[in-house]
């Protein structure tokens, strides 16, 4: 178990030192901005919708290495998925990490945050880029918060 814990914790800086699709993006179809006011998390959110697919998936942002990343990996796995994948990926999420419940089928590298639900102001950090995605495929306007 500790060997595990060590090579999730790798992954985690790994992502947080080398963010995935990090960077603003050109033409983006949606944005959306997140703010989680309890660790000071930011982040904003690009998107590239292709009818309902997500063709490209960028963020820029600042803040802890769990929202940063929960952030990289989560871009990683939306690449290439459709609307509706997108949604039942976050509910899948959401309740991994407020169970500690694996999903049938797996999250993949997510899983890597499943122990996060042991620490509930952590579990702000790690939802926040996946409100604001949320957001920008839904359209909304406002500041995704995890408050
Ligand atoms: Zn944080």
Not at 49 to 67: H, L, Q, R, T
Not at 72 to 80: F, V
Request: proline residues 3%; contains cysteine; negative net charge.
């Amino acid at each position: 178990m500790d060997d595990l814990r060590e090579l999730y914790q790798e992954l985690i800086l790994d992502h947080n030192q080398n963010p995935r699709n990090y960077g603003e993006m050109d033409s983006p179809t949606a944005t959306a901005d997140g703010f989680n006011p309890l660790c000071g998390d930011r982040l904003t959110l690009y998107l590239r919708m292709s009818d309902e697919v997500v063709e490209d998936i960028k963020f820029v942002g600042s803040g802890c290495a769990i929202s940063k990343a929960s952030a990289s990996i989560m871009t990683t796995l939306l690449k290439g998925k459709t609307r509706k994948e997108v949604i039942t990926l976050f509910e899948m999420f959401h309740k991994m990490i407020t169970t500690g419940e694996l999903p049938e089928g797996g999250l993949g590298k997510l899983a890597v945050l499943s122990g996060v639900y042991k620490y509930p102001a952590r579990v702000k950090c790690a939802v926040l880029a996946w409100y604001t995605s949320k957001n920008a495929l839904e359209g909304k306007e406002s500041v995704a918060k995890t408050e």
